[in-house]
T-cell receptor, first 111, second 117 residues
Framework: EDKVVQSPLSLVVHEGDTVTLNCSYE??????LLWYKQEKKAPTFLFML????IEKKSGRLSSILDKKELFSILNITATQTGDSAVYLC???????????FGAGTILRVKS | NAGVTQTPKFRVLKTGQSMTLLCAQD?????MYWYRQDPGMGLRLIHY???????AKGEVPDGYNVSRLKKQNFLLGLESAAPSQTSVYFC????????????????FGPGTRLTVT
């Protein structure tokens, strides 16, 4: 069974802290790994990683994919209250463009 | 350009009632998807479609039916609602990556909160 596991389930930090969110996966037909940010409503796309390495998004967010060890990390530096959200990791399957999601990490940034 | 829209936004049903959720996209995407999101479980794929007139089962298809009569619309039906179907439902759409589409990214609608009592 295809599986994506995220940790921690929730996290509370203060503004300015650095956070690391983890995502491990076991899937049969891996194409890419995606990170989404979900605030009140629809998930919004952050990153897609296909090869092992680093992908930067906005300067404060970065993500690493390790295809050998089957995990990804999302780093957020100098956190702001606007970073408070659920962060979802998903694996894009080779066939049908299907996504298998993890349960998400709830991040709360306190001012 | 509205992106992905869903109707209704909220609905309360009694056990055994039926309803249809409508998803519409104006990005000319070939692929469309229906997910449900429950606390602590992330998003799970119910059904998806790779083009007009086609549908396929996802991870949790039981109790749901879908139809894709027009490329821009994807309907999700509940024939006999059960309390276990209380959830937030998200529709998404994407290009066809196999046809060299510009992105694998799935674009999500705002969600429909359904409560079955």
């Amino acid at each position: 069974e295809d599986k994506v596991v995220q940790s921690p389930l929730s996290l509370v930090v203060h503004e300015g802290d650095t956070v690391t969110l983890n995502c491990s996966y076991e899937v049969t037909n891996f194409r890419s790994l995606l990170w989404y940010k979900q605030e009140k409503k629809a998930p919004t796309f952050l990153f897609m990683l296909t090869s092992s390495g680093i992908e930067k998004k906005s300067g404060r967010l970065s993500s690493i994919l390790d295809k050998k060890e089957l995990f990804s990390i999302l780093n957020i530096t100098a956190t702001q209250t606007g970073d408070s959200a659920v962060y979802l990791c998903a694996v894009l399957m080779e066939y049908g463009n299907k996504l298998v999601f993890g349960a998400g990490t709830i991040l709360r940034v306190k001012s | 350009n509205a992106g992905v829209t869903q109707t209704p936004k909220f609905r309360v049903l009694k056990t055994g009632q039926s309803m249809t959720l409508l998803c519409a996209q104006d990005m000319n995407h070939e692929y469309m998807y229906w997910y449900r999101q429950d606390p602590g479980m992330g998003l799970r794929l119910i059904h998806y479609s790779v083009g007009e007139g086609t549908t396929a089962k996802g991870e949790v298809p039981d109790g749901y039916n879908v139809s894709r009569l027009k490329k821009q619309n994807f309907l999700l039906g509940l024939e006999s609602a059960a309390p276990s179907q209380t959830s937030v439902y998200f529709c998404a759409s994407s290009y066809n990556p196999l046809a060299g589409g510009p992105s694998y990214e799935q674009y999500f609608g705002p969600g429909t909160r359904l409560t079955v009592t």
